[in-house]
C-alpha cells in the first residue's frame, strides 16, 4: 500500500503542475494577440495605426551636407562641438521632432522651429568623452527623426579619445 501511495503522489504532483502551465501559456498568447493586433477606440482591430517609421501630415526631405564627422583626436575630459548643416529639399516645412543620441556622452541639439523649403538648418552635437573610452577610438550615432520618409535619418560622430594629460608626466 505505500509502495503505491509513492509511485502515486509524484503522477499527481507532475499532473498538476503541468495544468499551472498550460493556463499561464495561455494567458501569455492572449497577451500576446493583443499587443499584435492593436485595437482603435471602438475595439476593432485596425492595421492602419502611425508606426514609428510612418510619419502623419505632410512629408518633406532633408540633405545633410555631411553625415560623419571625425572629431581626430580629443582628451579626456574634453567638450567637442561640431555643427551638422542640412537643407530642406522638400516642398513642405521641416519639422524635427527629435533628435536622440547612442549615448549619454553625446548631446544633439535640434533647431525648435520647422526649416521652411530651400532654408538650411543646424543640429550642434557636443560629444563629452567618458573615462572610460580613453584610449580608444569612439562611434556615435545621432537619430533624427522628422516628417521625412524614411522618419529616421542618422548622422555620426567619431573621436579617437586620449588619456589625460596631467602636469609632471
Known amino acids: ?29 492572449s497577451s500576446l494577440i493583443a499587443v499584435e493586433n492593436p485595437t482603435g477606440n471602438d475595439g476593432v482591430v485596425t492595421n492602419d495605426q502611425p508606426t514609428k517609421q510612418q510619419p502623419t501630415g505632410p512629408t518633406t526631405k532633408i540633405k545633410f551636407l555631411e553625415e560623419v564627422f ?18 530642406n529639399t522638400g516642398e513642405h516645412p521641416l519639422i524635427i521632432e527629435s533628435a536622440k543620441a547612442s549615448c ?24 563629452r568623452p567618458k573615462e ?4 580608444q577610438k569612439v562611434t556615435k550615432r545621432v ?11 542618422y548622422i555620426n560622430i ?10 609632471g608626466e
Open 1 to 29: 500500500m505505500k509502495k503505491i501511495l509513492i509511485l502515486a503522489l509524484p503522477i499527481v504532483f507532475l499532473t498538476s503542475c503541468g495544468n499551472d502551465n498550460s493556463s499561464s501559456s495561455s494567458e501569455s498568447q
Open 70 to 87: 571625425d572629431f581626430g583626436n580629443v582628451i579626456y575630459p574634453s567638450e567637442n562641438q561640431h555643427t551638422f548643416k542640412f537643407k
Open 104 to 127: 549619454g556622452c553625446t548631446v544633439p541639439n535640434k533647431p525648435d522651429e520647422p526649416i521652411m523649403p530651400g532654408k538650411i538648418g543646424e543640429i550642434d552635437v557636443i560629444f
Open 132 to 135: 572610460g573610452q580613453q584610449g
Open 143 to 153: 537619430t533624427i527623426k522628422a516628417n521625412t520618409v524614411p522618419a529616421e535619418t
Open 158 to 167: 567619431s573621436a579617437n579619445v586620449l588619456k589625460s594629460m596631467k602636469v
